[in-house]
């Protein structure tokens, strides 16, 4: 009885493990540094220097914008003309600041990808991410409880 309760527990850690930790999001700020993006816990200091980028680049004044909730962003604006710089950025913001609906102070950008998520390293960058591991440790663990008839 005592190894079927252990079990579970043992279970039911592997889902809600990641419940307990802070969000996390992939940092880059540019196309070249985002080819293999950085991680970092999201805080209120990542979230200031989200908007502090933002309002260097968008027209919007975000510098006020703070919460205690944050999301992962991930942004890409380019444009054709050659004498323009694009903006490729990902990491933290604020829950509330409204990333994905600023407008570029160059009115030549466009905006070709935008995401505003808040599950763990949901702004992608191409890896394998912590969730596919519990996921799979988890089924491990059903696997290995099963055959042992525990």
């Given at each position: 009885?005592?190894?079927?309760?252990?079990?579970?527990?043992?279970?039911?850690?592997?889902?809600y493990i990641?419940?307990?930790?802070?969000?996390?999001c992939y940092s880059c700020d540019?196309?070249?540094?985002?080819?293999?993006?950085?991680?970092?816990?999201?805080?209120?200091n990542n979230s200031n220097q989200t908007n502090r980028y933002l309002t260097?680049?968008?027209?919007q004044n975000l510098t006020n914008?703070?919460?205690?909730?944050?999301?992962?962003?991930?942004?890409?604006?380019?444009t054709r003309q050659s004498s323009y710089s694009n903006i490729t950025y990902k990491g933290c913001?604020?829950?509330r600041t409204p990333?994905?609906?600023?407008y570029p102070r160059n009115p030549a950008l466009q905006k070709q990808k935008c995401i505003q998520c808040s599950a763990k390293l949901c702004n992608p960058a191409g890896t394998f991410s912590s969730s596919s591991l519990t996921v799979i440790a988890s089924i491990i663990v059903v696997t290995l409880y099963k055959a042992l008839n525990l």
């Open positions: 009885m005592f190894v079927k309760f252990f079990g579970g527990l043992v279970l039911l850690g592997f889902f990641q419940l307990a930790n802070s969000l996390e540019s196309m070249q540094g985002c080819k293999s993006p950085g991680k970092i816990t999201c805080n209120s260097q680049h968008f027209n914008v703070t919460s205690s909730n944050f999301k992962c962003v991930f942004l890409n604006y380019t913001a604020f829950d990333v994905c609906e600023l």
